[in-house]
């Protein structure tokens, strides 16, 4: 039997099984009658935004939550009670949602490891080896003796899997364990999670907001609202909404995206891209629609292909009216920009140096942002982005080195970039027991904004931020994307001239983190605001102009987005993906063969080849001679998350290679 008609047939040998499960809060459904089966052996993915019952639902198999209605069963188990519960535990390993949350911050990595050992009672005689592995295969043995409250958000989660992990579960639940954690460690957590997969045959199911992970899962279900919206292989979710992907370059960009809203609902800008979802059409009539649409407009490059899974889910919540949709592009115009800094350049960072003790954080940071550009920070978590936009905006004095924003000099006008700068930071921006109006009109009056000033920038952030209506909500209570949009708000009330965002749309919606980037798009290239910006989603990489990546304090990477593709291209090559119907054997198979960065996604294999067509032509004869049959060896764009990787992996390697360590 192959591995794909194994996964079918274990189905039959249902580990989870939910059906018509309701859990209300306060009168208010957080979970309304959703039904799904997960089969032995798979990893299935729960797949939705802050709100869509994802962790109501995970708590309630975990046996820690109860349910007002439906039935959970866990191998093959009711969980209808405590008592109940209290028969499968021993089985699960359940990993709650937030760095960390769940681990004792001043214990070490190995005595978080040893407590959990004790409290799921493993055998002292195998806990020494159980605990070398998870430490090996989760890199995290080198800092066995670090506190836990020491680690980067990427180390938290993998020493937190370690201890979920610690005694051997059949069923392994985790909630949202890849959100705030940067795109190396996600990748290592799913080879983690793969391979345990693949060698003890274990059965996960994990929730994310990530929806460029659902090619990591056998199947998925979409929630929204508490309810499934799709379900199914990811490939069979693709296949419910027919429709083109239209990527384009036009010169006048901001006229010709208002131009693409009035005729198609999904249109995004992507750094000087902008790129269009045209239902229902094929990839010759989506162009043409594209080109009707830009008539008059004189366009680049265009390119067509088959959208990915955040449009269909977009455009499934669109089409059952589940979306809130966006006013027509005019009648949302921003205010006229304040002046531009001096000789068009807003942001200057020269050789910023900043020292904690004996540990350097930002060595030697240099680059430029202009006026109008949209500047992305990127990094592993721990590599010094915050720190750099501490520094640059006063909070932080430097240990050496000098900056200017907006034409002020860091070091010496803190008051001065305060008032030409908007901030949101990572962790506070609004006053959660605040309405949102009294929280503009704050920041209003922190700038110093007289009453009718106040009134008219109020009225403009309602509208820019789709806030109407809920003028006196408290802004602890609104959705984040929401949320989001009022913090951006505040920060723009005094009309800066210079925008930073430190991960502004982590754990927003994927509707919410298009509505915040269309607001970016419409600032930087209408109102000439400098944008700097860091984020974990490298999909949001793509609407930088500029991307810089950071690695141990220092800047290793600095240019367009396309550029940096093509670098990682000339040095590893392009980005197979091999569909096989033994996906495990195949990428044992394809590794000896010397496809080293071969990793597993879903049940197909991605991997770099610098012979891309002369290994899409090797490979099916190469997997034959073992009884692999290959379906397909499809040529993939490179993503920036592909380069992420490949850039900070590589340096990873060199730093470990020169402390004498393994790869």
Request: hydrophobic share 45%; glycine share 10%; aromatic share 6%.
């Amino acid at each position: 039997m192959n591995e794909a008609a194994a996964v079918v047939a274990t189905e039959s040998l249902a580990v989870v099984r939910v059906s018509g499960l309701r859990k209300d809060y306060r009168g208010r459904p957080a979970v309304q009658g959703i039904d799904l089966t997960v089969g032995r052996g798979e990893i299935y993915g729960l797949i939705g935004p802050d709100g869509a019952g994802k962790s109501t639902l995970l708590k309630a198999l975990a046996g820690v939550l109860t349910f007002d209605g439906g039935w959970l069963e866990v191998f093959g188990l009711p969980v209808a009670s405590e008592r109940a519960a209290e028969q499968v535990k021993g089985r699960i390993g359940f990993m709650p949602q937030g760095l960390g949350l769940h681990l004792y911050p001043e214990l070490s990595v190995e005595e978080n490891i040893d407590f959990f050992a004790r409290l799921r009672m493993v055998p002292p005689a195998s806990l020494a080896d159980r605990k070398r592995i998870l430490l090996e295969m989760t890199r995290l043995d080198r800092f066995r003796d670090r506190p836990m409250k020491h680690l980067s958000g990427g180390m938290k989660q993998k020493l937190g899997l370690a201890c979920t992990l610690i005694h051997q579960p059949e069923l392994v639940i985790l909630d949202e364990p890849t959100t705030g954690v940067d795109p190396v460690s996600r990748r290592d957590f799913w080879t983690i999670l793969s391979t345990l997969v693949r060698e003890r045959a274990i059965t996960a199911l994990v929730s994310t907001a990530y929806l460029d992970e659902a090619s990591r899962f056998h199947r998925v279900a979409l929630l929204q609202g508490g309810r499934v919206l799709a379900e199914g292989a990811p490939e069979e979710i693709r296949a419910l909404v027919p429709g083109s992907l239209v990527t384009l370059r036009a010169p006048e960009q901001a006229q010709a995206f208002a131009r693409l809203k009035t005729r198609f609902p999904q249109v995004q800008a992507l750094g000087p891209w902008l790129r269009v979802f045209v239902d229902g059409a094929g990839t010759v009539e989506a162009s043409a629609h594209a080109a009707s649409a830009l008539d008059g407009f004189v366009t680049g490059d265009m390119h067509t292909g088959e959208p990915e899974l955040e449009d269909v889910y977009v455009a499934l919540l669109r089409r059952r009216n589940l979306m809130e949709e966006a006013p027509p592009e005019a009648e949302r115009r921003p205010a006229p920009a304040a002046a531009s800094g001096h000789d068009g350049v807003a942001i200057e960072a020269r050789d910023l140096t900043r020292d904690f003790g004996k540990f350097r954080a930002v060595d030697r940071v240099s680059f430029q942002v202009r006026q109008g550009e949209i500047f992305g920070l990127l990094g592993a978590n721990g590599a010094g982005k915050t720190t750099v936009i501490k520094m640059l905006t006063g909070i932080l004095h430097p240990t050496a080195g000098a900056g200017h924003v907006a034409g002020a000099d860091m070091r010496r006008a803190g008051r001065d970039i305060k008032q030409r700068i908007g901030y949101v930071s990572q962790a506070f921006s609004l006053y959660t027991d605040l309405t949102v109006v009294e929280n503009i009109r704050l920041y209003a009056g922190i700038y110093g904004l007289d009453a009718a000033g106040t009134r008219a920038r109020e009225a403009w952030i309602l509208e820019m931020g789709r806030l109407g209506g809920h003028e006196r909500e408290l802004a602890g209570n609104l959705p984040m994307g929401m949320r989001q949009r009022l913090a951006l708000g505040c920060a723009l009330v005094h009309r800066p001239q210079v925008l930073f965002l430190d991960e502004p749309t982590s754990g927003v919606d994927p509707v919410g983190r298009r509505q915040f980037w269309d607001i970016l798009f419409r600032l930087s290239r209408e109102e000439g605001v400098a944008i700097l910006v860091t984020t974990h989603y490298m999909s949001e990489a793509e609407h930088c102009d500029r991307v810089a990546l950071m690695f141990a304090g220092r800047i290793v990477a600095d240019a367009p987005p396309s550029d940096l593709k093509r670098q990682v291209e000339e040095d590893a090559g392009h980005v197979l993906e091999v569909d096989t119907d033994r996906p495990v054997l195949a990428l044992d198979r394809l590794s000896r063969a010397g496809f080293e960065d071969a990793a597993l996604f879903g049940r197909r294999i991605h991997l770099f080849s610098k012979s891309a067509e002369a290994d899409r032509a090797r490979i099916p004869g190469l997997l034959a001679a073992d009884g692999i049959r290959v379906s397909s060896v499809t040529l993939l764009p490179l993503s920036m998350e592909d380069v992420f990787v490949y850039r900070i992996g590589a340096l990873e390697d060199q730093a470990r290679a020169a402390r004498g360590g393994p790869r």
